[in-house]
């Protein structure tokens, strides 16, 4: 089991910067790929970015050029900062753990975390 909290959501302005964490803990944090997805009102989950153990990484294009996703693997932690932020980017912000390489697939991460709001102010 992976347990995963997310924090560092909240209300922010449109063009402002926002930092998520998400802290691992329970199975070794490095053998798993981790990744950010969102799900606004009314819509899916979709993928926002992914990195695997080694540092490998890959976004949506919707963030592509505005987020980096990194990790710290002696922190059990996961990051996304995200710049130039829009109205949106609203949703809530899931941390995601996968056991396989990485993926922008929902279907590819068995834990996930609760959740953290991001709210951009237009």
């Known amino acids: 089991q992976v347990q995963l909290v997310e924090s560092g959501g909240g209300l922010v302005q449109a063009g402002g910067s926002l930092r998520l964490s998400c802290a691992a803990s329970g199975r070794t944090f490095s053998n798993y790929a981790m990744g950010w997805f969102r799900q606004a009102p009314g819509k899916e989950r979709e993928f926002v970015a992914t990195?695997?153990?080694?540092?490998?990484?890959y976004y949506a294009d919707s963030v592509k050029g505005r987020s980096t996703i990194s990790r710290d693997n002696a922190k059990n932690t996961v990051y996304l900062q995200m710049n130039s932020l829009k109205p949106e980017d609203t949703a809530v912000y899931y941390c995601?753990?996968?056991?396989?390489?990485?993926?922008?697939?929902?279907?590819?991460?068995?834990?996930w975390g609760q959740g953290t709001q991001v709210t951009v102010a237009s």
């Open positions: 995601a753990a996968s056991p396989a390489a990485i993926s922008a697939s929902r279907y590819a991460y068995n834990y």
């Open positions: 990195i695997s153990w080694s540092g490998t990484t």
